[in-house]
């Protein structure tokens, strides 16, 4: 597989590591949007968040969680902004599952979550929950 976080997940080229565990290494990005912007790969090849075993899914989180706890104590910021580019039409760039940290500070310039896409929908929340759960209603 030539996949590059596979690679730097098996330490056969190098990254900026600032957290490792047996399942998942967080890396500086190469290209920072913020000062300490992390991705954290799990170790194992996974496209997206549907591919990655079950299994895998709790040790995946608790290392972003770990990492974002490292970043707090070095840098201080005022908060994060966590994300995953889900797909290409999302902007993800290496088919391999990475969780962005961002650090954000007050007047960075950046927006919420809600800012990356502007497409309301046409539909009602109920016709698209139904959509979701195939007609059937999840209240209690």
Not at 41 to 63: Q, T
Not at 127 to 134: C, H, L, P, Y
Request: charged residues 25%; negative net charge.
């Amino acid at each position: 597989m030539d996949c590059l976080f596979c690679k730097i997940a098996n330490k056969e080229i190098p990254a900026l590591v600032v957290y490792e565990d047996d399942a998942a290494l967080g890396i500086l990005d190469a290209h920072p949007r913020a000062p300490g912007h992390t991705m954290v790969i799990p170790k194992i090849h996974a496209e997206n968040i549907l591919d990655l075993h079950e299994e895998s899914v709790g040790p995946l989180f608790r290392a972003v969680k770990e990492t974002t706890a490292l970043l707090q104590r070095a840098l201080a910021p005022d908060g994060f902004t966590l994300g995953i580019n889900h797909g290409k039409v999302s902007g993800q760039s290496i088919d391999h599952l990475h969780i962005h940290i961002l650090p954000r500070w007050s007047a960075d310039g950046g927006g919420s979550i809600h800012s990356v896409v502007s497409n309301p929908p046409r539909e009602t929340l109920e016709e698209i929950r139904d959509k979701i759960v195939g007609g059937r209603s999840n209240k209690k």
